[in-house]
């Protein structure tokens, strides 16, 4: 596997930076795929939202663990446009649109929302205000012979579970974004002593890598001999890298093509937060797919002048 790249520039943009990210890669996609007709293309958003982002006093009552400090950005646009707006306005356009909320509230600012500024597209989109785990798995298992999708996952922190990730490789037709919350969850519910980890954490662990693999994964035991007697220690191994370079290579078990080098996401203090990934479920077109997402990450992490 190939180094991960974590060369990034200062500062509480990491919002704008995936969004950036989505943009320039939808359009590609939508470019490409538009030259064969054979195939009918959807772009699908979980966890959507109200489809805008407030960076700052942003309700997390009904988020994950852990997530309620990822939005203390003070240096970040007030609003931005969030990931649902984003894929209304690429040209050239999809032929639909599913964006898949649980909250009702947020689900309606969305309807408020298409209706206001996109009632020109409202035909080709549909809301699920559902969970979305299950609503993936579902589009999943229907004929994707003819239809192709880019599906983006961003979750406030491990709504995602591995078996709908599994659901939407075996498609074959999928290319996939997905925002790991690797310091804002994952790092924290590994705690030092391992054996202090609530139940709840370890399946909810289990849940996000599809495995309990982590459980040795980030953790060493070893045997201290002092002249009296042996103890067994076990310590936590787990760094922001490992972590990283465990969930790509969980990634690369079930897609045909993943990108090496997934963009780490800091906040303002220069914590790592998230990292977005990137996978291509179908094999003619994976490569491809790949290198348009690498030359896009390597771009915005060029050095601001």
């Given at each position: 596997m190939g180094k991960?790249?974590?060369?990034?520039?200062?500062?509480?943009?990491?919002?704008?930076?995936?969004?950036?990210?989505?943009?320039?890669?939808?359009?590609?996609?939508?470019?490409?795929?538009?030259?064969?007709?054979?195939?009918?293309?959807?772009?699908?958003d979980a966890f959507a939202g109200t489809g805008t982002i407030k960076n700052r006093n942003v309700d997390m009552a009904n988020s994950?663990?852990?997530?309620?400090?990822?939005?203390?950005?003070?240096?970040?646009?007030?609003?931005?446009?969030?990931?649902?707006?984003i894929s209304l306005t690429v040209q050239p356009q999809f032929d639909k649109y599913i964006f898949i909320e649980l909250e009702p509230n947020k689900a309606k600012s969305l309807q408020d929302i298409i209706e206001n500024e996109f009632n020109h597209?409202?035909?080709?989109?549909?809301?699920?205000?559902?969970?979305?785990?299950?609503?993936?798995?579902?589009?999943c298992n229907k004929d994707w012979q003819k239809h192709r999708a880019l599906v983006f996952l961003d979750p406030y922190a491990m709504e995602a579970e591995w078996d709908t990730i599994q659901a939407i490789a075996k498609t074959k037709a999928i290319d996939l974004w997905i925002l790991f919350p690797l310091g804002v969850s994952v790092n924290r519910l590994l705690m030092k002593n391992r054996n202090e980890i609530p139940e709840n954490w370890s399946k909810a662990l289990d849940k996000l890598f599809g495995t309990h693999d982590w459980y040795n994964e980030f953790y060493e035991t070893k045997i201290n001999i002092s002249l009296f007697?042996?103890?067994?220690?076990?310590?936590?191994?787990?760094?922001?890298?490992?972590?990283?370079?465990?969930?790509?290579?969980?990634?690369?078990?079930?897609?045909?093509g993943v990108l090496d080098e997934p963009l780490y996401l800091y906040n303002s203090t220069n914590n790592p937060l998230f990292l977005l990934c990137f996978a291509a479920g179908n094999p003619k077109g994976a490569d491809t797919a790949i290198k348009i997402a690498r030359d896009i990450i390597g771009k915005i992490n060029e050095p601001k002048n």
């Open positions: 991960i790249n974590k060369k990034h520039n200062f500062g509480g943009d990491w919002t704008q930076k995936k969004l950036d990210v989505l943009s320039k890669y939808l359009s590609a996609y939508t470019t490409i795929l538009k030259k064969y007709p054979i195939y009918k293309i959807a772009y699908i994950s663990l852990f997530a309620d400090e990822i939005y203390n950005d003070t240096d970040a646009q007030e609003y931005i446009n969030g990931s649902a707006k597209l409202k035909d080709k989109i549909k809301i699920e205000n559902k969970d979305s785990n299950i609503v993936l798995r579902d589009l007697s042996e103890e067994e220690v076990t310590s936590k191994t787990a760094t922001f890298d490992r972590i990283a370079n465990f969930y790509i290579k969980r990634l690369k078990t079930i897609f045909v």
